[in-house]
Structure formats: C-alpha cells, structure tokens
T-cell receptor, first 113, second 113 residues
C-alpha cells in the first residue's frame, strides 16, 4: 500500500531534550516536506527536500533541522525543543513537479513541557 | 503573498442536505488546488486535485470546481451523511513556490443525524 508513515504518533517531552520524528514514504517520491499545524494558524511548511541531499527552509524553519540521506526517509530533528514547538506535525511527499497530488502522513502530536 | 481563506469556519447541517464549501485564494498564479479531509486528531486525506487548467473534478458524492481567474473553488457534497463530519481544508500549489502547499484554515463540518 502506497503510504507515508511517521513515528512516533504521539510524544511528550521536556524542554531541551533532543528528539527526532521520522518520516518514510514507499512511493519513490523525490519531494518531501514537513508542516506544522496550530490552532488559528493552519498548516505551515517547515522544511522541504527536492531530492537526496537537497533540503531547504520553508516558512517556519527556526528550531528545526532535517536531513535527506535516502530518498524514502526525511527525519525532522528538534535539537533543543521548546514549548512553542508543541504542535501537530505532518510529513508529505509527492513526485517532483508542481502538478502532482501530495500525500500526507498520519501526523505526530508533540507536546513539549 | 498567497492567502487562502475558508469561510465559515464551522458549519452544521442536517443529514441529507446538499452543501457547498467555499475556498478563496488571492493569487491566481497556481498550478493546482487540492481538497483534503481531516478527522479529529488524524492525518490529511486527499479528496480531489484540480489542475489550474481544469474547471472541475468529481469523485463519488464530491464535486470540486475551480475558477482560477476569480480565485475561488467550491467543494460540493451531495446528500450529506453523518460520516462526512470532519474538517475540510483546501490548499493551493503556487507558481514559483517549489511544491509548497498554502492551506486555508479549514471548515469544520458537522452533519446531524
């Protein structure tokens, strides 16, 4: 089954404790991205990657890092999480090119205390 | 800067009613528009994708239209059912913005039995 998976689905952590949210897709898509969803603000793009070893900032990249060492994986790294990073995070993938449908993962609900 | 608006934020209708959800965007230079469904605490499920050159797309009881020149899209749901209760989001892929999606804040639909 074609899908985007994320782990963990739920995470409660404390300020400053490094964490990684994994994202994997099995559709051989070149383009992957991360979004965060917050009440009243909607979904905003954090980082994106157009292919292996090619990443760039989205609209709200502060406090986040990403890497793209393999085509299928695009982990989101929070080196020193803060409470304002409490949010619902989504990973998405799509074939390269702007006309394609985008597929989203199930989301990761992160709470930073 | 592209802005996507969905009004109203919430809608409650009786079962069986045909309904229209509206989406407007400020910049008509788009590649496509995608409608998503989001159930509480869950991920985004793609419903329909309309390319900028298309006027409408249909899937089952759903029909989405696009008027690019006026910056508007509608999602028509025929014979609504309680199972249609969810949040519906529209998103546009804008020219020159890699494949980033700009989302509206969504319409939370409740279909009363």
């Amino acid at each position: 089954e074609a899908q985007v998976t994320q782990n963990p689905r739920y995470l409660i952590t404390v300020t400053g404790k490094k964490l990684t949210v994994t994202c994997s897709q099995n559709m051989n898509h070149e383009y992957m991205s991360w979004y965060r969803q917050d009440p009243g603000l909607g979904l905003r793009q954090i980082y994106y990657s157009m292919n292996v070893e090619v990443t760039d900032k989205g609209d709200v990249p502060e406090g986040y890092k990403v890497s793209r060492k393999e085509k299928r994986n695009f982990p989101l790294i929070l080196e020193s999480p803060s409470p304002n990073q409490t949010s619902l995070y989504f990973c998405a993938s799509t074939p390269l090119g702007p006309y394609n449908e985008q597929f989203f993962g199930p989301g990761t609900r992160l709470t930073v205390l | 800067k592209q802005e996507v608006t969905q009004i109203p934020a919430a809608l409650s209708v009786p079962e069986g009613e045909n309904l229209v959800l509206n989406c407007s965007f400020t910049d008509s230079a788009i590649y496509n528009l995608q409608w998503f469904r989001q159930d509480p605490g869950k991920g985004l499920t793609s419903l329909l994708l309309i390319q900028s050159s298309q006027r409408e797309q249909t899937s089952g009881r759903l029909n989405a239209s696009l008027d690019k020149s006026s910056g508007r899209s509608t999602l028509y749901i025929a014979a609504s059912q309680p199972g249609d209760s969810a949040t519906y989001l529209c998103a546009v892929s804008q020219v020159g913005a890699n494949s980033k999606l700009t989302f509206g804040k969504g319409i939370t639909l409740s279909v009363r039995p």
